[in-house]
């Protein structure tokens, strides 16, 4: 009787065997898949750090992607490359040239949040700083005295857009200014030598010199424009209409580590920006990051205001709005294949 049924049993091992086999191959197959290569523009600064979240912790491959890291300063050149399609990724927010590469024609679109200003007493990310000895003794600016002295504002940028709203909310003409914007990197000395009065400044330059002592904030830039973005993640032909799928995929990855991010400052999180932006862990600590939203969703009116300013000065073309500036489906299907953010 035992060995009639091993007579059976023998047979069935190898059938289930043979039968498995090739799902088994299909398994390794899988495994083994290229990665989808992409080319992004990332920069070392804070306001990438869901792509450094995404790399370190992997939610790139877990998305079967490779992502190139580039780090290309000019903005308009960055911009001109993804519009060709030898870039997938940039960024888009602070300078009105791909603005207006996108008012000419450039298929290039905003796909999700990059960058914004914290709530209310969450600290200034970025903002206006005047020197300290060119207050008044009431302890506000001097602007009879500050006047006669440059500022280090780029006039055609986001933030000239932000320093003349704050002008003007001071009953200060913007125009009544000399505006020459310098490096980031000679302000501290040229705020103890007294050799520029004020300057728009983000983190973490602006925790450094508030430290230093010379300046104080006169205007946090999310007082001026709570609710803008500075930054957008920008996808151009090659994932808006070659390989949507590979947007897709690449929109979840980021959509994960932008959740991770906004856990705040972790140790892990730390550990993965100071790796890649070269900042100290206790610089991190102190400075302020840019607000993130955990959906990826974007408010297009800011870029607008942004623009339309721009226009006025004959800075731009035309204001682009609509489905022309901001394509949603990239977070719509991320956010649908990963569920909601926790509030």
């Known amino acids: 009787m035992k060995k009639r049924k091993n007579r059976f049993l023998v047979p069935l091992v190898i059938f289930t065997f043979l039968f498995l086999l090739p799902f088994g191959f299909c398994r390794a197959d899988a495994a083994q898949a290229p990665l989808t290569h992409l080319r992004a523009v990332v920069l070392p600064y804070v306001t990438s750090g869901p ?56 298929e290039v679109h905003v796909v999700a949040d990059k960058g914004g200003f914290p709530k209310e007493g969450k600290g200034a990310y970025s903002g206006l700083v005047v020197r300290k000895d060119l207050l008044d003794a009431s302890g506000r600016p001097d602007w009879a005295r500050i006047k006669k002295e440059p500022l280090s504002i780029d006039p055609t940028s986001f933030w000239g857009f ?11 003409k913007f125009s009544d200014f000399k505006m020459e914007e310098l490096p980031v990197t000679v302000l501290s000395d040229a705020f103890a030598k007294k050799k520029v009065a004020m300057a ?12 230093e002592g010379y300046v104080v904030l006169c205007s946090s830039d999310g007082e001026l424009a709570p609710h803008a973005h500075f930054s957008g993640v920008c996808f151009g032909p090659s ?23 906004n856990q705040g400052k972790t140790k892990r999180n730390i550990e993965i920006l100071s790796k890649h932006t070269g900042l100290a862990p206790d610089t991190l600590k102190a400075c302020t990051w840019p607000a ?34 901001w394509d949603s489906s990239f977070v719509d299907e991320a956010n649908r294949i990963l569920g909601k953010p926790k509030p």
């Open 51 to 106: 792509f450094f979240i995404a790399r370190e912790e992997g939610f790139f491959k877990e998305q079967g992607l490779d992502v190139e890291f580039i780090q290309m300063i000019v903005p308009t050149i960055a911009f001109g490359e993804v519009a060709r399609g030898t870039i997938d990724i940039s960024q888009i927010g602070t300078r009105i040239g791909p603005f207006n590469a996108m008012a000419r024609g450039a």
């Open 162 to 172: 932000l320093s003349e709203r704050y002008f003007q909310r001071n009953g200060q």
């Open 200 to 211: 728009t400044v983000a983190e973490p330059w602006l925790t450094r010199f508030l430290q």
């Open 239 to 261: 994932l808006l209409v070659k390989n949507r799928d590979a947007g897709v995929r690449f929109m979840v990855a980021y959509l994960k580590a932008v959740r991770q991010y």
């Open 292 to 325: 993130m939203r955990s959906d990826g969703r974007v408010d297009p009116s800011s870029f607008a205001e942004f623009q339309r300013w721009c226009l006025a000065r004959k800075l731009a073309d035309q204001v682009v709005v609509g489905k022309k500036l």
